[in-house]
């Protein structure tokens, strides 16, 4: 006779020893890894990280439970990593045991593991060592580079100059610049401020990272697959990047029906050129493929011509914030440059405070906040804790740049953090917009040189004012998540006198 009673109670049973079977193995792993709070089946730690906003809880949690804790993004343990020295050892100290790149659903999604950013191991070594090269041979953070910045700066004053001193809100004429200097580098072109096509894609780019960065874009970030099948504007983020793709693949495309093996003109024909050559080699399991040079153009446009874009629009917020920076800066170009000549990238080690503000812009604005997402690349045990393989760990690059010990007034605007008693520039061991170690920013020495002539040919020329009084301009971030995201605030160019100038 059937007995449901005993049936029931054996399935009860069953499922109690396999749930505590489960939690136990949960619970023996949990308390190897670094401390943190206790996360709650597939939420993980999304209540903790709802309630202040994602940045700000992770650093609220950092100092609850050290420089070294667990968070769960969703059911992904995390590795939270805050405060420059601990953030160094990550970086250098122990970079070959985080060296891999960490899962980031929005670029997991967008990239495929693809690429000279999002992937790992020999595939990636061969990637970064040959695109490293192969922009160096093109000039990158070299002297040859300099003539196009310099052209595209000028490109940017007759932009200004035309407005006749009329507001004008400039992120998208940034975002051109900047993608410019990339487009020169990566596929040997230049896109007029005109061209409506490439305007709007720059622009649906930057709505993307806007989205990307928001609550919606975080709820991905902590749920993909279930966001995945829910509506909002999440879903918007790789509609709008379409239109980027789609004219890199039209670039490829042409660069293949064009290439000339004894002439490269670009970094994708010199890809499209070693592709050729590891073909030849039969049997040989090669990245050099057209998916990971499509993924490797896609993802150094993203980052590099929204990265250098922000800064310089963030730079133009502080500087009417703050005009009394800019009369300084105007008169160290007086004193190095003069009015008569253009500057140039030597000018730099001669003018301490124009250095000093840069770097403090950058410092400040704090583009990436949470850095991008690294992983363990072996298991290791770190700081008396046991980190498997595979584990995400994520440097937040904020804590290091508002490191108090490193920065006398973190929260404040304050140029003399890279200025000395005698007014010299000083460098400072937590500036870390850029990360460090081997998996640090490829073309840090390209921003670096276009941001100094961005700044210095634009202030050479015009004077920054606000539309209202300084003291009621408010500049703080949009959004604040995978980037910080300046607000859309208008600004007046006022050309200065600038003898036998262009």
Not at 151 to 177: D, W, Y
Not at 366 to 379: E, K, L, V, W
Not at 389 to 417: C, R, W, Y
Request: charged letters at 20%; proline letters at 6%.
């Amino acid at each position: 006779m059937f007995d449901f009673h005993s049936v029931r109670a054996a399935l009860v049973g069953a499922i109690s020893f396999i749930i505590v079977l489960f939690y136990g193995k949960f619970l023996r792993r949990r308390s190897k890894m670094p401390p943190g709070p206790f996360p709650l089946p597939i939420l993980g730690n999304f209540l903790q990280l709802h309630s202040d906003g994602l940045v700000p809880a992770l650093i609220k949690i950092s100092k609850k439970y050290g420089p070294f804790c667990t968070v769960h993004f969703g059911s992904r343990p995390t590795v939270v990593v805050t405060g420059y020295q601990a953030l160094k050892e990550v970086f250098t100290d122990y970079g070959d045991a985080f060296l891999n790149r960490g899962s980031i659903p929005v670029f997991d999604r967008l990239f495929k593991y693809e690429g000279l950013s999002f992937t790992n191991g020999d595939t990636w070594k061969q990637l970064r060592q040959f695109s490293l090269q192969t922009l160096k041979d093109f000039g990158m953070g070299k002297k040859s580079l300099e003539d196009p910045i310099v052209e595209e700066a000028h490109h940017i004053v007759e932009q200004f100059r035309k407005l006749n001193g009329e507001p004008f809100e400039p992120s998208t004429t940034l975002m051109c610049a900047s993608s410019n200097i990339l487009a020169n580098l990566l596929m040997g072109t230049r896109y007029d401020y005109n061209n409506k096509k490439w305007m709007e894609i720059l622009q649906k780019s930057r709505e993307a990272f806007h989205i990307a960065s928001s609550f919606w874009g975080q709820l991905y970030d902590l749920f993909p697959k279930i966001m995945s099948y829910l509506p909002g504007p999440h879903r918007s983020i790789f509609t709008l990047l379409e239109p980027l793709e789609n004219e890199l693949m039209d670039s490829i495309q042409f660069h293949q029906e064009t290439l000339d093996p004894a002439c490269p003109r670009d970094y994708i024909d010199c890809f499209l050129i070693r592709m050729r050559q590891e073909e030849k080699t039969v049997g040989l399991k090669t990245p050099f493929t057209v998916r990971n040079l499509k993924a490797s153009i896609y993802d150094m446009f993203l980052g590099g011509t929204e990265s250098t874009a922000v800064t310089v629009n963030f730079g133009y917020l502080i500087l009417i914030k703050n005009p009394e920076l800019q009369d300084m800066i105007h008169e160290e170009i007086e004193q190095v440059i003069g009015q008569g000549r253009e500057p140039r990238a030597g000018d730099q080690s001669q003018m301490p405070y124009m250095n000093a503000l840069i770097h403090e812009i950058q410092r400040y604005s704090d583009i990436f906040p949470m850095g991008f997402t690294r992983a363990t690349s072996r298991n290791i045990t770190f700081h008396g804790y046991y980190i498997p393989k595979g584990t995400n760990v994520l440097p937040m690059l904020t804590t290091a740049l508002q490191d108090s010990s490193h920065f006398e007034t973190p929260s404040e605007f304050n140029i003399k953090h890279f200025l000395d008693e005698n007014g010299k520039f000083k460098t400072n061991d937590a500036f870390l917009p850029f990360a460090a170690g081997k998996r640090g920013c490829i073309a840090k020495n390209l921003v670096r040189m276009q941001l100094f002539l961005f700044f210095t040919i634009i202030l050479q020329r015009f004077t920054l004012k606000s539309m209202v009084d300084p003291k009621d301009l408010d500049i703080s971030p949009l959004e604040s998540g995978m980037e910080n995201v300046p607000p859309a605030i208008k600004i007046i160019f006022i050309p200065r006198t600038i003898e036998g100038g262009a």
